[in-house]
């Protein structure tokens, strides 16, 4: 029985690395816990991520991590995706689509309006499908269901965090996506 949990274990462990691999190798920056419940995604790097810092070490990272784990997520549970490649161009849409579907988070946290622009795209279909405006046009703050992933546009994070009152707007838009329970 142990064995067989083991080889099925290997499985999936493999199945995700091949999958991370290939979009790798399609020019797809991520990084983090690839079985994360929570992604988080951005398309405006700081100067510092520009120039070669990895994504999310500065501010920014730091308070989403710290809010994360206020909320109830273990320090490990996240994981990160830039929606611009190697180059500094944006990836196709096709592409970020194939990426968040890929890694499967509950949650998908979009950290700017970049970020809120490429899922617009990639999941127009989707989209068009809610009833609530907000959520059709992830609106700040609004929390859409697509794809059975809960999606916040958090609407310019890393520029809130200099303003004590826009710092307070971005934890009150995290507080709607407490970890989710498991279903038994």
Not at 30 to 55: H, I, M, T, W, Y
Not at 93 to 108: I, Q
Not at 171 to 179: M, N, S, T
Request: proline share 5%; net charge negative.
């Amino acid at each position: 029985m142990a064995s067989e949990r083991d080889a099925r274990r290997r499985a999936y462990l493999d199945k995700t690395a091949a999958e991370t691999d290939a979009l790798v190798a399609r020019g797809v920056r991520a990084g983090g816990n690839a079985f994360s419940s929570v992604l988080l995604c951005k398309g405006d790097l700081s100067d510092g991520e520009k120039n070669g810092e990895p994504p999310f070490s500065g501010a920014d990272g730091t308070a989403l991590k710290a809010s994360l784990e206020r909320l109830g997520y273990a320090p490990e549970d996240w994981e990160w995706l830039l929606t611009v490649g190697e180059t500094g161009l944006p990836l196709e849409p096709a592409l970020f689509r194939e990426a968040v579907c890929a890694l499967d988070p509950a949650t998908l946290v979009l950290c700017d309006e970049a970020a809120s622009d490429m899922a617009r795209e990639a999941f127009a279909d989707e989209l068009a499908a809610l009833e609530s405006l907000e959520e059709a046009l992830l609106a700040p703050g609004a929390v859409a269901h697509v794809l059975g992933m809960r999606v916040l546009n958090l609407g310019g994070f890393e520029a809130a965090l200099s303003d004590a009152h826009e710092k307070q707007v971005m934890w009150a838009r995290l507080k709607q996506i407490p970890p989710l329970g498991e279903p038994y």
